[in-house]
């Protein structure tokens, strides 16, 4: 299974689509009603079809919009599909579906552009986070969710040594572990022959501690260059023998390295051995992100700041004009409505009509594109009983 980042969501909101088509369904996976997943199949594409025509979409125009997704509708690919839920996103220019660990309600949204929040739920605080197994032998990283997890081929990534040997560069040990200086007065004829002196790998502790910070340091920064990025805030999860997860929280400039680790050899632990000892510590992280948000909201709420609000009208207008840093969402509830740009007016409907979008998703969507953090979670876990509840930046 391909891990769904916050880039590639991103990804699908940022892109200007007309006709954009957003369906996601629960999947069977084993037992006789994985028969159920072609038929529900059908007849969400069917709704997708109905919805086109009465947008106005020319009926040829509508049946080449849908053609790649009824091209899935295999029985090798119903057998193989292995996960609870899937989605499928279609415009003009895009095709893309994802099968995920998580059980969809059945949905269509047909808009100018794609319905995210369902996802959202595996990016809630970035949803993801990173182990990092150390060994001076072998070095592996994990990137993971609550679900699954998946190896990173580190030897592909540029400057990121997967070994001690490696970083020291221990390729021509006559010439990378010897440094020549010459004894004596500067500029003296009398001057002593070169000497050597090793700067490899020592037999003694304190060289050899040494050596083991090069390899940190250069590890940290080339894993600081090509995946961890500050912006993002993804937890980074160590694992090792004792000794070494110190050294490695020296070397790393990394903000969110977890003060919790795995001890032990990472070496001879399975990648999902890995996983299900790291959740529990980056699930305490979660946890506790999720209640200083609410502890913060409640604060400015209760402050009349007007930093912070759940008010569904003065939400979205925030969001698309990048004014929300932390915005909470309900799973599974909908707001159908409009949103005009120009007059930055919010109108809501009961039901939901034809050209409506969830509003909700659309102030998630402008949240997460703009920066924000965004966390979907279940409505009694947000403040004041309402659907969605947002801090502002200023």
């Not at 059908?42 to 009824?70: F, M, P, S, W, Y």
């Not at 500067?186 to 390899?215: C, L, P, W, Y």
Request: glycine share 6%; with cysteine; charged share 25%.
């Amino acid at each position: 299974m391909k891990l769904i980042s916050r880039e590639e969501i991103k990804t699908l909101v940022e892109q200007p689509k007309d006709n954009s088509i957003s369906i996601y369904m629960p999947v069977v996976a084993a037992g006789a009603e994985v028969r159920q997943n072609p038929i529900r199949f059908k007849n969400l594409i069917k709704e997708a079809h109905n919805r086109l025509i009465e947008a106005g979409v020319d009926e040829t125009k509508v049946t080449q919009l849908l053609q790649k997704a009824n091209e899935l509708d295999r029985q090798d690919f119903w057998q193989e599909i292995g996960e609870q839920g899937l989605a499928i996103f279609i415009s003009n220019n895009i095709f893309r579906y994802y099968v995920v660990p998580l059980e969809f309600e059945e949905l269509v949204v047909v808009s100018d552009r794609f319905h995210v929040k369902p996802l959202l739920q595996i990016l809630n605080n970035n949803g993801r986070f990173y182990v990092l197994g150390l060994s001076q032998n072998k070095v592996r990283m994990l990137v993971g969710t609550r679900y699954r997890c998946q190896e990173i081929d580190l030897t592909s990534l540029e400057n990121v040594p997967t070994s001690l040997d490696e970083a020291l560069q221990y390729d021509d040990v006559s010439e990378k572990q010897l440094q020549m200086h010459t004894a004596g007065r500067s500029g003296s004829q009398n001057a002593q022959a070169g000497i050597f002196h090793g700067q490899g790998v020592g037999t003694d502790d304190a060289e050899q501690k040494t050596n083991i910070m090069r390899f940190f340091k250069a590890l940290a920064k080339g894993l600081e260059n090509n995946i961890l990025h500050h912006d993002e805030q993804v937890p980074l999860i160590l694992a090792g023998v004792d000794f070494l997860i110190p050294m490695y929280k020296q070397a790393s400039s990394y903000q969110y390295v977890m003060e919790d680790a795995l001890t032990g050899n990472p070496e001879i632990l399975s990648p999902q051995e890995l996983h299900s000892q790291a959740l529990p510590i980056v699930e305490t992280y979660w946890n506790n992100s999720h209640k200083k948000v609410v502890d913060l909201y409640n604060e400015l709420s209760g402050n009349n700041t007007g930093n912070a609000s759940n008010k569904l009208e003065e939400i979205v207008p925030a969001a698309y004009y990048q004014k929300i840093d932390t915005l909470l969402v309900a799973k599974g509830e909908y707001k159908w409505g409009l949103f005009d740009k120009g007059s930055q007016q919010v109108s809501l409907h009961e039901q939901e009509e034809t050209g409506d979008e969830d509003l909700l998703d659309l102030a998630a969507a402008h949240t997460l594109i703009n920066g924000g953090s965004v966390y979907v979670v279940e409505p009694d876990r947000i403040p004041s009983n309402q659907p969605v509840a947002a801090i502002f930046r200023y």
